[in-house]
């Protein structure tokens, strides 16, 4: 399996930036995701890596090295609405996700 | 496009009964579909993976028969909670993935289920 790790909880103000630390151990590494939960909704897909580097994606960044088992997302420019549990997801194989347990970010005014 | 439906969107049974969730690709043909649940404040365990015609792989620690399911089509997937119990409610969400750039998953909106 995939041990996946994120932080439990971060809070951030309004129009600030913020950023989610993941790191994984996994074999057959094949993707990694991120998604926005909130409350009592699924998931929704937020951004893909499968390579180094840096993917930017309006005001969210996701960042991979494979040779570290790192990942970072990046909020910009923080809106009340992006107040949201932020899952951090590993594939291994064709579609298997493996989820962390997901990172609560309170926006506050 | 990328749209997954479920229902019910929340359901309430006695302990003992039976309940079916269905979980729909609306826009598109998802050639695997997969069932979690997640508890309140956890992350989402996989409990199945099903593909269109053929038998579901369960996790490890996931009993099939008591968690049902079949993938009728394409583009319909039902899991059956059988003789519900209270430890059996959870939040149930399926996702679908199809021929994506990525191949990933869209999640459908969630069941909430409550056993008495």
């Known amino acids: 399996g995939q041990n996946i790790d994120q932080p439990t909880e971060m809070t951030a103000t309004e129009g600030a930036i913020v950023q989610i630390n993941c790191t994984y151990q996994?074999?057959?590494?094949?993707?990694l995701f991120w998604y926005q939960q909130h409350a009592g909704e699924a998931p929704t897909f937020l951004s893909y890596?499968?390579?180094?580097g840096l993917e930017e994606k309006g005001r969210f960044s996701s960042f991979l090295s494979r040779s570290k088992g790192y990942s970072y997302l990046l909020l910009k420019e923080l809106q009340m609405k992006d107040s949201a549990s932020y899952l951090c997801?590993?594939?291994?194989?064709?579609?298997?996700?493996?989820f962390g347990a997901g990172t609560t970010v309170t926006v506050r005014a | 496009g990328a749209v997954v439906s479920q229902h019910p969107s929340w359901v309430i049974c006695k302990s003992g009964t039976s309940v079916k969730i269905e979980c729909r690709s609306l826009?598109?043909?998802?050639?695997?579909m997969f069932w979690y649940r997640q508890f309140p404040k956890q992350s989402l365990m996989l409990m199945a993976t099903?593909?269109?015609?053929?038998?579901?792989?369960?996790e490890q620690g996931v009993e099939k028969d008591k968690f049902l399911i079949n993938h009728a089509s394409l583009t319909l997937s039902t899991l059956t909670v059988t003789s519900a119990h209270p430890e059996d409610s959870s939040f149930y969400i399926c996702?679908?993935?199809?021929?994506?750039?990525?191949?990933?998953?869209?999640f459908g909106p969630g069941t909430r289920l409550t056993v008495l």
């Open positions: 996702s679908a993935a199809g021929e994506r750039e990525f191949g990933e998953q869209f």
């Open positions: 996994t074999s057959g590494f094949n993707g």
């Open positions: 890596n499968v390579l180094d």
């Open positions: 997801a590993v594939r291994a194989g064709d579609y298997k996700l493996s």
């Open positions: 826009d598109f043909q998802a050639t695997t």
């Open positions: 099903s593909n269109e015609g053929s038998k579901a792989t369960y």
